[in-house]
């Protein structure tokens, strides 16, 4: 099992940056793959982006690619969400979360979530 831990979220102006941080605890952190899942108000749970167990290999959701990178450190137990060239659509609660099985693309492949953290993005 793993517990995760979101921050670094906030109020942000377009164009600008923002890092996302993910902190576990528990065991195994390094055999999961953690994915980035955000939720716009009364809208659903959407992919971002996710990162397999070793860092080897990243994929993105076609509205980030080019400007969110996600990345891990094992040592540290972090995952992070480096967000560039913001846009008034990333806003949002961003979650992160543990992969389980099947696909890496929707949210019922994750078995253990954070809490969420609120990204805004002004215009």
């Known amino acids: 099992q793993v517990q995760l831990v979101e921050s670094g979220g906030g109020l942000v102006q377009a164009g600008g940056s923002l890092r996302l941080s993910c902190a576990a605890s528990g065991q195994k952190f390094d055999s999961y793959a953690i994915g980035w899942f955000r939720q716009a108000p009364g809208k659903e749970r959407d992919f971002v982006a996710v990162i397999s167990f070793d860092g080897e290999t990243t994929y993105y959701a076609d509205s980030v690619k080019g400007r969110f990178t996600i990345s891990r450190d094992n040592g540290k137990k972090m995952v992070y969400l480096e967000m560039n060239s913001v846009r008034p659509e990333d806003t949002a609660v961003y979650y992160c979360?543990?992969?389980?099985?099947?696909?890496?693309?929707?949210?019922?492949?994750?078995?253990?979530w954070g809490q969420g953290t609120q990204v805004t993005v002004s215009s």
């Open positions: 979360a543990a992969y389980s099985s099947g696909s890496y693309y929707h949210d019922f492949g994750y078995d253990y």
